[in-house]
Structure formats: structure tokens, C-alpha cells
């Protein structure tokens, strides 16, 4: 028996084989559920439908979160194929580049919005279409980092974004309680993947987990996949509005 037997949801966000989404898709699947997937574009399908229907996935969308319109037809395909699901998984996330390498002051208006909408605002609008599919709860994750809470060098606008998200973790959370559907946010390390790419001084991110997180090393795709096992299966039950670290104690450590 699987953890995640019988139990139905989608993924956004994996791009290729090193993408946090990835880790959280192979252990779903190891635990039994059933998944469905999404890619941003053409360029990204050709590395996501390999990966996908290597586990048996048979739903794969394309969805560019800063639409509307493409989530609710997501949301729209999967209530035609499926009825209802149990999970979705947020593991999306961008900003401009500059945005992350110049001063934090010289962020553009333009810049600062796209982060939002992208890597924040998208959370709240994949949950209003994802919640009539729900009719007897489910379970939500999202990823964030700790620059939402401290002043990470080079995290800039995502730190920003990433407050946002995980307020609107807290706020869901309030809201969609008494229909049993729980949001939850886990915090992961840095790890190497196209998206921390962008980010400045990634690989002294990377030397001072080693340094100073008390498992003095770094954390990978599998930790954060099977701390979100946990909080997309029953075992979490009573968890909502949390943000749950997976950074080997790094948030904490004052050393
Ligand atoms: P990744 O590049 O593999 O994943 C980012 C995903 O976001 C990609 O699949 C990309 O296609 C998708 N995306 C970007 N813009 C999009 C849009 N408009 N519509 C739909 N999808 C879009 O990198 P990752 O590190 O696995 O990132 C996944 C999540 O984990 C992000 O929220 C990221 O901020 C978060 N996170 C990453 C780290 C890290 O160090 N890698 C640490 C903490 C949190």
C-alpha cells in the first residue's frame, strides 16, 4: 500500500531532471499517485513529456502561469479527465535576470510586477481554479526560500515575491480550511537547477550551507520531494498555513 494510492493531482513547474518538481513527482509516484503534468513552452515540452510519461503520466498541458485563461484550461481538462484531484504542486517561479544581479533599489516597476505575478500571484490563481475540484479536500504545496524573510544577497525581488507567497500561503490557508483543503509551503536550501541559476552568488549560497547549516552540507531535489510527500499525503493531516524548512536547519543558525 502507497502512501498516495488512489490519490490524483498536478505539477507545475518541472523544466528538466534537476528541478525541485522532479524530486517532488518521483516520490509521489513511488508512493502510488497519479500525476499530471505541465511545461511553460515547446522548448521545455520536449524535456518534460520524456521525463513525464516515463512514470506513467498520460495528462500533459502546457500552462504559462501568468495567464489566466491557460490555468483555468488546465484546471478545466483535468475536471474532464479526472472529476476531481487530491493535490497540486506550485514549484514555479521567475524574475529578470538584471533584476537579480543589480542593486535591489534599481529593480523596474516592470521587473517587480513579473516576479509577483509569476512566482506569487500564481499560487492564488491555480488555488481558486483548483478548489471546486476538491470537494472533499486536498492538499496544496508551494516552494519558497528564506530570502522571504531575510535579505539574502542577489535574491532581491524573489525574496520579495517569495514574502508574498508565503503570505498568501497563510491567507489561503485561513480561507480554505473548513472545506478541508490545506496549503503549505515547504522552504528548501539552495540547490542546482535552471532557475537558481539566475540568482547571483548561487554557489556561495551553496559553500555557506556546507559552512554553517548545523547537517553542516547541502539538501537535494529528493529531501524537498519527500517533505512534500509528507505534505501532500494524510500524514500531514492536521498541518495547514505552514512553511516548513527543508535547508538542514540553516534558518536556524546563528553560527
Ligand atoms: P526550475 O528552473 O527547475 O523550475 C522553475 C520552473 O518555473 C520551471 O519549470 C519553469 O518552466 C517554471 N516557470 C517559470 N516561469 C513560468 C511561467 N510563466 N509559467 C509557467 N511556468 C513557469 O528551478 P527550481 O529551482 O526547481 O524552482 C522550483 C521552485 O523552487 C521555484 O519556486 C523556486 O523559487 C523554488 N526554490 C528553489 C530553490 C533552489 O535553490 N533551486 C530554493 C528554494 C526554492
Not at 209 to 222: A, G, I, K, W
Request: some cysteine; hydrophobic content about 45%; glycine content about 10%.
Amino acid at each position: 500500500m502507497g502512501l498516495m494510492d488512489g490519490k490524483r493531482g498536478v505539477i507545475f513547474g518541472v523544466a528538466n531532471d534537476k528541478s525541485i518538481a522532479w524530486g517532488v513527482a518521483q516520490q509521489l509516484h513511488a508512493a502510488g499517485a497519479e500525476i499530471a503534468f505541465t511545461y511553460l513552452n515547446e522548448a521545455l515540452e520536449k524535456r518534460v513529456r520524456p521525463l513525464a510519461e516515463g512514470i506513467g503520466a498520460t495528462i500533459i498541458l502546457p500552462c504559462d502561469v501568468a495567464s489566466d485563461d491557460e490555468i483555468a484550461e488546465v484546471f478545466k481538462e483535468l475536471e474532464r479527465l479526472w472529476g476531481t484531484i487530491d493535490f497540486v504542486v506550485h514549484a514555479v517561479a521567475f524574475a529578470n535576470r538584471e533584476d537579480l544581479k543589480n542593486p535591489f533599489t534599481q529593480t523596474s516597476r516592470e521587473g517587480f510586477a513579473l516576479a509577483m505575478d509569476i512566482s506569487a500571484y500564481s499560487l492564488v490563481a491555480m488555488t481558486r481554479f483548483a478548489v471546486p475540484l476538491m470537494p472533499a479536500g486536498g492538499s496544496i504545496v508551494t516552494m519558497s526560500y528564506l530570502g522571504s524573510m531575510l535579505a539574502v544577497p542577489g535574491y532581491n525581488v524573489m525574496g520579495v515575491a517569495k514574502a508574498a507567497l508565503e503570505s498568501s500561503v497563510r491567507y489561503l490557508a485561513a480561507e480554505l480550511g473548513e472545506r478541508n483543503i490545506r496549503v503549505n509551503a515547504v522552504s528548501a536550501g539552495p540547490i542546482k537547477t535552471l532557475a537558481a541559476s539566475g540568482v547571483g552568488n548561487f554557489k556561495e549560497k551553496l559553500h555557506i550551507m556546507e559552512e554553517r547549516s548545523p547537517l553542516r552540507r547541502t539538501v537535494n531535489q529528493e529531501e524537498v520531494g519527500k517533505a512534500s510527500l509528507y505534505l501532500l499525503s494524510d500524514l500531514s493531516s492536521g498541518v495547514t498555513g505552514e512553511v516548513h524548512y527543508v535547508d538542514g536547519g540553516f534558518n536556524i543558525s546563528a553560527a
